[in-house]
């Protein structure tokens, strides 16, 4: 898998991208991740990649011109799956659709900054915005952080125990169920009895049970999912 991100901040990504489970997936071979200086593609000679926008409206605005010419020369070199805009009014980013992704090949993500990138780009360029949450950042590169790691981290071999992955909080539409380690009893707070059984069935039994309580608690609307 190749992941290529658009900022207008490289040295918030750079850091992040070359750290534990995404350096080991890159070492691998079993993911590139190159992150592009938008700026690199303005033609402005004083490397701003935004505007005022039309309509007197507050705040700056991110031009086509650098963004359509840095998505074009990617183009140029390979087919993407998805060009992905991380934007506070995009669709709600969630595990379901890290799993979708995980299965592509190419993704382009690109990080909305100031207010916004002209319109015309999301009309013509973008097949996917994705918001993580319902507030807003000063930039989306904290969204397409957020979105490569939970990508990246479910291609087999990016982590060593891939069942782990495959046991985490919203694959089934439930939580994860509580989990415990050494020692057994720790100042009178002692693990479940059932797990230092050696019963798999029970423990899987116990797992599930516990699994679709967490989740009935803390997020009953996942039970209302289709």
Not at 10 to 35: C, D, H, W
Not at 74 to 103: C, H
Not at 134 to 145: P, S
Not at 176 to 198: C, D, F, H, M, Q
Request: net charge negative.
């Amino acid at each position: 898998m190749r992941i290529d991100i658009i900022t207008v901040l490289p040295e918030m990504l750079s850091g992040f991208v070359n750290t534990s489970i995404l350096a080991r997936a890159q070492k691998k071979g079993l993911a590139e991740i190159y992150i592009h200086d938008l700026r690199d593609y303005t033609k402005d000679k004083h490397r701003r990649v935004d505007d005022y926008p039309y309509g007197g409206f507050a705040g700056m605005v991110m031009q086509c011109q650098p963004i359509d010419d840095c998505i074009s020369a990617l183009k140029k070199e390979r087919d993407y799956d998805e060009v992905i805009f991380t934007t506070p009014d995009g669709e709600t980013f969630d595990q379901p659709m890290a799993n979708k992704f995980s299965l592509h090949q190419n993704l382009i993500v690109l990080c909305g900054h100031y207010k916004g990138i002209d319109h015309r780009i999301r009309e013509h360029l973008i097949t996917k915005e994705i918001s993580i949450g319902d507030y807003v950042l000063t930039g989306g590169e904290i969204a397409a952080a957020a979105i490569v790691d939970s990508v990246v981290r479910l291609i087999p071999g990016s982590i060593s125990d891939e069942q782990s992955a495959l046991s985490d909080s919203f694959q089934d539409s439930l939580l994860s169920a509580p989990v415990y380690t050494r020692p057994s009893n720790y100042k009178g707070w002692e693990v479940p009895e059932i797990l230092l059984s050696g019963n798999d069935a029970k423990i899987k039994e116990w797992e599930m049970q516990q699994s679709y309580e967490r989740t009935l608690k803390l997020r009953p609307d996942l039970l209302h999912k289709d």
